[in-house]
């Protein structure tokens, strides 16, 4: 074994305790929660090891730096999430690898996903994100769209031809009344995912919680977790 496959397997077993211990705590089971290792800025060795020690899931926030890595390991088992901003320009490139977006925040960005799903005759997840720290129908700082504006664009996303609503995302917000109390925050995503699911009763994916606060989304109810920096080690800084 590698020193980095080692290092990575030693990682991901701490994880997996931490995602365990927690289900345990919560009265779960373990297999209520998938866990998604958040592969920016790595390369696409660590991507091919990922796979070998077992992972399924992986997740990148830029097309430029996941585009080429999802073509490199195209021949792995895997289902690669896309969990940054997405600016509609980029949507052609992302639905070429992306199984499930789960920053989708606004009507535009429905409509080019839309396109491009039917273009390339794929089927899209889509996550609607949101943003905790927003006003009502505003946007967040980290993008995401306000508690108010769910119910609409969730109509717009089951309606949309090529797409299929999974359910919610968010980021734990840095201001606003959720600020530093990460539970809280999963707790109404929670319950805002309760509402979206009585209209759309398939739409129960809830994607919540990263390396410092998996444990209070798995709380809370999340049933995907995103790590990065637990799994892959501190990132180095972008250029």
């Known amino acids: 074994m590698t020193d980095r496959k080692a290092q990575l397997a030693e990682n991901l077993a701490k994880v997996e305790d931490r995602i365990m211990a927690a289900c345990t705590m919560a009265g779960r089971r373990r297999e209520e929660v998938t866990l998604i290792v958040v592969t920016k800025t790595y390369p696409a060795s660590d991507v091919r090891i990922l796979s070998e020690l077992g992972v399924r899931h992986v997740a990148e926030n830029r097309d430029q730096d996941a585009a080429p890595k999802a073509a490199e390991c195209s021949d792995l088992p895997l289902t690669w999430h896309f969990v940054g901003q997405l600016q509609t320009n980029k949507v052609r490139s992302v639905v070429g690898y992306a199984d499930l977006v789960q920053s989708v925040d606004r009507a535009r960005l429905v409509t080019a996903l839309s396109k491009e799903a039917v273009r390339t005759e794929r089927e899209i997840g889509c996550l609607i994100q949101v943003a905790l720290d927003a006003q009502e129908s505003g946007r967040g700082e980290r993008g995401g769209v306000g508690t108010g504006g769910i119910a609409e664009l969730g109509d717009l996303v089951a309606g949309a031809p090529g797409l299929r609503l999974d359910g919610l995302m968010t980021v734990a917000p840095l201001a606003g009344e959720y600020a530093g109390r990460q539970q809280a925050a999963f707790e109404r995503l929670m319950d805002l995912s309760t509402v979206l699911r009585r209209a759309h009763p ?16 798995v709380a809370a109810g999340a049933t995907h977790v995103r790590v990065g920096t637990a799994v892959l080690g501190v990132r180095p800084r972008l250029g």
Do not use: P, T, Y
């Open 202 to 217: 398939a739409a129960n994916m809830v994607s919540a919680g990263m390396s410092s606060d998996l444990e209070q989304a």
